[in-house]
């Protein structure tokens, strides 16, 4: 462990947030606004760990566990009855919104940055697509916002990880070159069949066998609550190693293992949930460390205006606008359109999708692309994170 200095410095920062983490709850400051600012302050001593930047040997592996952990925590969040139940919003953000979101995104960066390839900037406007709740953490456990909105916010963040990911993987196998030359059928169709056919159906089967053995485990006393815990660790790594053993996408399988998670058994499922939950908000505070440590240092060199109105422009108007279209005529008022517009942060997600990104194609050629998105995030933690516990108060009078 001496070998390792970040991991026992992770556990003192944990430690001391942890104990101030009630106050903090209800403030300004949250948990990525002290973990990326440490970071920052930390990529200001010449450390040997910081040499290699993102492709750090670390890096690649945490990445992978901690983005499989949270498409499969994602997944199997949804309560799909109460899902049905009261779809409308979610559904008219996600099926509506969420597309345009990608289309006003590219189309405003092919004509801001026209000496970036397009292919970049398309990607780049998809990696800030997906919504991370968590930002405005006050929001979404905070009783002043309504039940119906908190949910609508945090289904819909939950849910457009998995969604956008798919079109993602598409743009970073062009980029790469190896979806092959051109754009062959046949190679197409055996590359959407690997990553987007076996992917959900190695991860399905594997969720609701892992969700099936553990409830039978239950009910016949076979089981401890720990291991019932541990489970759910368990069910994400062996959908994703098994998707990736047979070809298909491991990220998709593990976020589809969640969703079709095979139990209903309420005591199992929040078991699983509570520990899978915790796992991944440590994984979670320490890619937000890592953050502030390698990718800031490396973006703000190349940070100018332009970048800076594209980073504003993705939190407000990108987001904002096609909220509020596919929230036309829902029944919401207009300060409430907007609310849920608004909080749409830029968080672990694009993150962790950029990282993905500069693991398989490196930083050179795509400079420009890290440091936007690097400036969006962060312009995002302090915006949302800032807004959120006085934007909350007001629903206070209506409800």
């Given at each position: 462990?001496?070998?390792?200095?970040?991991?026992?410095?992770?556990?003192?920062?944990?430690?001391?947030?942890?104990?101030?983490?009630?106050?903090?709850?209800?403030?300004?400051?949250?948990?990525?606004?002290?973990?990326?600012?440490?970071?920052?302050?930390?990529?200001?001593?010449?450390?040997?760990?910081?040499?290699?930047?993102?492709?750090?040997?670390?890096v690649?592996?945490?990445?992978?566990?901690?983005?499989?952990?949270?498409?499969?925590?994602?997944?199997?969040?949804?309560?799909?009855?109460s899902?049905?139940?009261?779809?409308?919003?979610?559904?008219?953000?996600?099926?509506?919104?969420?597309?345009?979101?990608?289309?006003?995104?590219?189309?405003?960066?092919?004509?801001?940055?026209?000496?970036?390839?397009p292919?970049?900037?398309?990607?780049?406007?998809?990696?800030?697509?997906?919504?991370?709740?968590?930002?405005?953490?006050?929001?979404?456990?905070g009783?002043?916002?309504?039940?119906?909105?908190?949910?609508?916010?945090?289904v819909?963040?939950?849910?457009?990880?998995?969604?956008?990911?798919?079109?993602?993987?598409?743009?970073?196998?062009?980029?790469s070159?190896?979806?092959?030359?051109?754009?062959?059928?046949?190679y197409?169709?055996?590359?959407?069949?690997?990553?987007?056919v076996f992917?959900?159906?190695?991860?399905?089967?594997?969720?609701w066998?892992?969700?099936?053995?553990?409830?039978i485990?239950?009910?016949?006393?076979?089981?401890?609550?720990?291991?019932?815990?541990?489970?759910?660790?368990?069910?994400?790594?062996?959908?994703?190693?098994?998707?990736?053993?047979?070809?298909?996408?491991?990220?998709?399988?593990?976020?589809v293992?969640?969703?079709?998670?095979?139990?209903?058994?309420?005591?199992v499922?929040e078991?699983?949930?509570?520990?899978?939950e915790?796992?991944?908000?440590?994984?979670i505070l320490?890619?937000?460390?890592?953050?502030?440590?390698?990718?800031?240092?490396?973006?703000?060199?190349?940070?100018?205006?332009?970048?800076l109105?594209?980073?504003?422009?993705?939190?407000?108007?990108?987001?904002?606008?096609?909220?509020?279209?596919?929230?036309?005529?829902?029944?919401?008022?207009?300060?409430?359109?907007?609310?849920?517009?608004?909080?749409?942060?830029?968080?672990?997600?694009s993150?962790?999708?950029?990282?993905?990104?500069?693991?398989?194609?490196?930083?050179?050629?795509?400079?420009?692309?890290?440091?936007?998105?690097?400036?969006?995030?962060?312009?995002?933690?302090?915006?949302?994170?800032?807004?959120?516990?006085?934007?909350s108060?007001?629903?206070k009078?209506?409800?």
């Open positions: 462990m001496h070998d390792h200095p970040i991991v026992v410095f992770m556990a003192l920062l944990i430690l001391g947030y942890g104990l101030f983490s009630r106050k903090a709850e209800n403030s300004v400051v949250t948990a990525p606004m002290v973990f990326v600012v440490i970071g920052l302050l930390v990529s200001f001593f010449d450390l040997e760990l910081l040499q290699e930047g993102p492709k750090a040997n670390f690649k592996p945490l990445m992978e566990f901690t983005l499989l952990l949270v498409l499969f925590i994602d997944g199997s969040t949804i309560d799909l009855k899902l049905k139940q009261d779809r409308a919003l979610p559904f008219r953000l996600l099926t509506f919104g969420l597309p345009l979101t990608m289309i006003l995104g590219a189309y405003l960066a092919i004509v801001m940055f026209p000496e970036i390839r292919l970049t900037l398309i990607l780049m406007a998809f990696i800030l697509s997906p919504t991370d709740a968590a930002l405005g953490q006050a929001v979404v456990t009783e002043q916002v309504p039940r119906r909105i908190r949910q609508t916010i945090n819909e963040s939950g849910l457009n990880d998995g969604i956008g990911l798919p079109p993602i993987l598409v743009c970073i196998a062009l980029l070159g190896s979806a092959g030359e051109g754009f062959d059928s046949q197409w169709l055996a590359f959407v069949a690997k990553q987007f992917g959900p159906l190695i991860g399905g089967l594997i969720g066998l892992g969700g099936k053995l553990v409830e485990a239950f009910r016949k006393g076979m089981i401890t609550p720990i291991y019932q815990m541990l489970a759910s660790v368990s069910i994400a790594v062996l959908a994703f190693s098994g998707a990736e053993h047979l070809g298909g996408n491991g990220f998709i399988a593990a976020y293992a969640g969703m079709l998670l095979g139990t209903q058994n309420e005591h499922r078991r699983m949930k509570e520990f899978g915790a796992g991944s908000q440590i994984m320490f890619i937000f460390l890592l953050f502030g440590m390698l990718l800031i240092p490396i973006s703000y060199p190349l940070w100018n205006w332009k970048m109105a594209y980073a504003l422009l993705s939190l407000t108007v990108i987001r904002m606008v096609p909220a509020a279209i596919s929230l036309y005529k829902s029944g919401l008022n207009q300060k409430t359109i907007w609310f849920i517009g608004w909080f749409g942060p830029r968080g672990i997600a993150v962790l999708y950029m990282l993905m990104v500069i693991i398989e194609l490196g930083t050179v050629g795509y400079e420009d692309m890290v440091s936007i998105i690097t400036l969006t995030v962060l312009l995002s933690i302090f915006l949302h994170g800032i807004t959120a516990v006085p934007l108060g007001i629903f009078r209506k409800y």
